[in-house]
């Protein structure tokens, strides 16, 4: 059972690189949902998505970029790094509110420096 | 602002005492409130809570909400070594435009000590 899946685990930019975080589910979850932990903070949500096609911005959207191709996956973009993005992302999925009060499932998350 | 305040923030205990953690919650159209496990990874899903009154249980763990008074509480009884992470509390809200994602609290760090 993979559930919800992220790569990479680990990444170390300098400021001013890019690149994109992935996010794959196998429970044919409508929505998907990109966090990020920073001590002290608690878990934020950055983006969101209800279906393929869909996005929306959450609490702290800037400096991210997202994208649902698929309905099995979200990615997330960073397209200039900056050290302040440094942080733990998770990636998240849960069936649609529509149909039933379901809990989020994460992923193991993705450790970012940002140098 | 939509806020979930958890308390303590940090709690060390002995193995199999009792202990409380407490989430309250000020937000705009409340739907549910959810209790996650945190170790070293994922959030691990522990309970979803709607009703106010009504107890969850699994083993070890039980869950109230009152949502008259805006809160939760998570308790866990015969504590083990095991029972030693980061608990979160969060809250979904309804939206018109879809799936919100939920807000969380700081978490409480809890540490069992043998």
């Known amino acids: 059972n993979a559930g919800v899946t992220q790569t990479p685990k680990f990444r170390v930019l300098k400021t001013g690189q890019s690149m994109t975080l992935l996010c794959a589910q196998d429970?044919?979850?409508?929505?998907m949902y990109w966090y990020r932990q920073d001590p002290g903070m608690g878990l934020r949500l950055i983006h969101y998505?209800?279906?393929?096609?869909?996005?929306a911005k959450g609490e702290v959207p800037d400096g991210y970029n997202v994208s649902r191709l698929k309905k099995q996956n979200f990615l997330l973009g960073l397209e200039s790094a900056a050290p302040s993005q440094t942080s733990v992302y998770f990636c998240?999925?849960?069936?649609?509110?529509?149909?039933?009060?379901?809990?989020?499932?994460f992923g193991d998350g993705t450790r970012l420096s940002i140098l | 602002e939509d806020k979930v305040v958890q308390s303590p923030l940090s709690l060390v205990v002995h193995e199999g005492d009792t202990v409380t953690l407490n989430c309250s919650y000020e937000?705009?159209?409340?739907?549910?409130l959810l209790w996650y496990k945190q170790e070293k990874k994922a959030p691990t899903f522990l309970f979803m809570l709607?009703?106010?009154?009504i107890e969850k249980k699994s083993g070890r763990l039980s869950s109230i909400l009152d949502k008259k008074e805006l809160f939760s509480i998570l308790n866990i009884t015969a504590t083990q070594t095991g029972d030693s992470a980061v608990y979160l509390c969060?809250?979904?809200?309804?939206?018109?435009?879809?799936?919100?994602?939920?807000?969380f609290g700081k978490g409480t760090h809890l540490i069992i000590q043998p």
């Open positions: 998505s209800v279906g393929e096609g869909t996005t």
């Open positions: 709607t009703s106010s009154g």
């Open positions: 998240a999925s849960s069936y649609s509110y529509s149909y039933s009060n379901q809990p989020q499932h």
């Open positions: 429970m044919n979850h409508e929505y």
């Open positions: 969060a809250v979904l809200m309804y939206s018109g435009g879809g799936a919100d994602g939920l807000t």
């Open positions: 937000v705009t159209n409340f739907r549910s």
